[in-house]
């Protein structure tokens, strides 16, 4: 019996400070792609443009909102966006314009990963930006959920039609 080698794309998810949209986009992908079967193929992290949270768990808020729809966001830990994400991860989505025009300037000549915003993904909301439910009320982190939920979707339909090709 031979190893077949399969395609495996990595992917970073990243917002201002890492405790609120990246960890639940991170946890969103992570479990959709294991109910496709995709967990081995899909390898997904998230990460902050600034490192003011670095090590914290998500905002509790982002956990209880994920926990109701069935993802864990407890385990995560926030953390700053390094030169190395860069070359480590094939596709870097921003949950902002800010965020990208950040990860853009951050973005080493030559680095490998392809830097764009998530919501480019999303079949259902018409809109380029999940906003930051930081400062706002609980319906602000329902919004970020059913947004992500969508561009995951979108997303893992992407892969599967183009690098996730067997």
């Known amino acids: 019996m031979t190893n077949v080698l399969v ?5 970073l998810m990243v917002c201002m400070g890492n405790i609120c ?13 294991a109910l ?7 390898e997904v992290d998230s990460a902050g443009t600034h490192g003011w949270h670095a090590g914290e768990p998500p905002d509790p808020r982002a956990q209880a909102h994920g926990a109701r729809r069935g993802y864990d966001l407890a385990p995560l830990r926030a953390r ?7 070359e480590r991860f094939d596709l870097i ?7 990208l025009a950040q990860l853009l300037e951050l973005r080493p000549p030559g680095a490998g990963a392809r830097v764009e915003l998530l919501m480019r993904f999303a079949r259902r909301h018409a809109v380029d930006e999940v ?13 970020v959920l059913d947004l992500v939920e969508d561009a995951c979707e ?13």
Do not use: I, W
């Open 93 to 99: 989505l921003a949950m902002d314009r800010d965020n």
């Open 131 to 143: 906003p930051d439910p930081y400062y706002g009320a609980a319906d602000g982190f329902e919004r």
């Open 7 to 11: 395609p495996t794309t990595r992917v």
């Open 80 to 86: 700053r966006v390094q030169a190395t994400d860069f």
């Open 154 to 166: 979108g997303l893992l339909d992407h892969l599967c039609a183009t690098t996730l090709r067997p």
């Open 36 to 42: 496709r079967g995709l967990a081995r193929r899909v």
């Open 21 to 33: 949209r990246s960890p639940t986009a991170e946890a969103v992908l992570r479990t959709q792609a």
